[in-house]
Structures are given as structure tokens and as C-alpha cells.
């Protein structure tokens, strides 16, 4: 059982920046995900990285704007969000890519999940 907490979120401008960080107590997989779901959405896949190389994937509404990066040593992942927008209002969500997952965008290659953190883009 691995237990993830995502922190990080809350109001800003658009054009603004915040960092969410996703501290796990273990992992599972060769990785971590960030998606998110705005009110009335199917949740949406943000981005990924390895554990082991630190290779990044990102969705394309996201692209150029957000980065991912991992602290190996304390289990922590963070996802710096840059030039938001108000369609990146949404809640949040960390999760561990299960053991031999299937695509990073896929929310079934993913097996554990944090609560989420809410962040909202005023215009």
C-alpha cells in the first residue's frame, strides 16, 4: 500500500505560477503521474516521470508550460505549473504507475492515488 499526499494547491492569477508537490510513503512502479478533473470532466492526464531516468511525458494542453521533476531520495514529485490559465482550474492528483503499466496516459496504469489538491485559475 503505498499513500500519497498532494499539497500545493489554491488560488491564482492567470498568468501566475504555482508548484504542487506529491510526497509518496513507497512506490510501486518505474513512475508517477499527474492528472487532473475539472467539475463536469473525465479526469485528464497531465504527465509522467521515472523513477530511475527522470524521463518526462506530458499531455499536450500542458505542454511548454508544466514541468515534472522527482527527489529520488525523499519519494517526492512536483509539478511546477507555469502561465496557467483559467481551463487549468481542476483538482490535482498524483499516482504511482502500477508495475508494468500500460501507457502514462492512461489511468489504468496506475494503481495508487492521492486525494487531490485543488487548484483554481481566476481570469
Known amino acids: 500500500q503505498v499513500q500519497l499526499v498532494e499539497s500545493g494547491g489554491g488560488l491564482v492569477q492567470t498568468g501566475g505560477s504555482l508548484r504542487l508537490s506529491c510526497a509518496a510513503s513507497g512506490r510501486s512502479g518505474n513512475g508517477m503521474g499527474w492528472f487532473r478533473q475539472a467539475p463536469g470532466k473525465e479526469r485528464e492526464w497531465v504527465g509522467a516521470?521515472?523513477?530511475?531516468?527522470?524521463?518526462?511525458y506530458y499531455g499536450d494542453s500542458v505542454k511548454g508550460r508544466f514541468t515534472i521533476s522527482r527527489d529520488n531520495s525523499k519519494n517526492m514529485v512536483y509539478l511546477q505549473m507555469n502561465s496557467l490559465k483559467p481551463e487549468d482550474t481542476a483538482v490535482y492528483y498524483c499516482a504511482t504507475y502500477r508495475p508494468k503499466g500500460g501507457s502514462y496516459y492512461a489511468p489504468g496504469s496506475y494503481d495508487y492515488w492521492g486525494q487531490g489538491t485543488q487548484v483554481t485559475v481566476s481570469s
Open positions: 516521470i521515472t523513477w530511475s531516468a527522470g524521463i518526462t
